[in-house]
């Protein structure tokens, strides 16, 4: 069955810091993976994902994660953090076999940013 | 463009009461999730609908939780009756494609539900 671990529940950083925050699936095939980030009181919203193609992928707000067949993971990199970017992290593998768009999380990261 | 919105974002009931939870997705977008997320967990897919048919409901618990989503638009999630562990955020989520493009999905708020 498919899972996405995401070893470390807890993450403390100070601002201006760089930021990885780890993630591993398990499945057969080549994945679909998403990182997603939760604000308090807020819904998810999608940081970056990763379909095919070049392994290092791009997204939103300065974040990248790079694709580890090898590992089996999907860690998530940002090189300076700031104070705005507390806040939950989750990991998702696209379960592919259902062939409707199914998404597996894992059970998030929360980020704390000293000042 | 509008987001997708949910109503309540916060509800307090006692077990065996009913809730229902409401959702508009993003206009025009075909495919509407339920997910559930326990404090300290992931989302957890509850259901899916494509349209106004659903899709996968496979850990829908459907001897008390009921959805339906009317006209292929708004959607409605209903717990009847409600138990303590059913407490959690429901979240609600719309992708403008459908089978595995879907996967792009923009979430809602939230709802969060706790049960005394």
């Known amino acids: 069955a498919q899972s996405v671990t995401q070893p470390d529940i807890h993450i403390t950083v100070s601002e201006g810091a760089s930021l990885e925050l780890r993630c591993n699936y398990s499945y057969g095939a080549t994945p679909y993976l998403f990182w997603y980030v939760q604000s308090p009181g807020q819904g998810l919203q999608l940081l970056l994902k990763y379909f095919s193609g070049d392994t290092l992928v791009q997204g939103i707000k300065g974040f990248e994660a790079e694709f580890k067949r090898s590992q089996s993971s999907f860690n998530l990199r940002k090189p300076s953090v700031h104070w705005s970017d507390a806040a939950e992290y989750f990991c998702?593998?696209?379960?592919?076999?259902?062939?409707?768009?199914?998404?597996?999380f894992g059970q998030g990261t929360t980020l704390q940013v000293k000042p | 463009e509008a987001g997708v919105a949910q109503s309540p974002r916060y509800k307090i009931i006692e077990k065996r009461q009913s809730v229902a939870f409401w959702c508009n997705p993003i206009?025009?977008?075909?495919?509407l999730y339920w997910y559930q997320q326990i404090l300290g967990q992931g989302p957890k897919l509850l259901i899916q609908f494509q349209n106004n048919g659903v899709v996968d409901d496979s850990q829908l618990p459907k001897d008390r939780f009921s959805a339906e989503r009317l006209k292929g638009v708004d959607s409605t999630l209903k717990i009847q009756p409600a138990k303590l562990e059913d407490s959690a955020v429901y979240l609600c989520?719309?992708?403008?494609?459908?089978?595995?493009?879907?996967?792009?999905?923009?979430f809602g708020p939230g709802t969060r539900l706790t049960v005394t």
């Open positions: 998702a593998v696209g379960a592919i076999s259902s062939n409707t768009g199914k998404l597996i």
């Open positions: 206009s025009g977008h075909a495919t």
């Open positions: 989520a719309s992708s403008p494609r459908a089978g595995p493009g879907s996967y792009e999905q923009y």
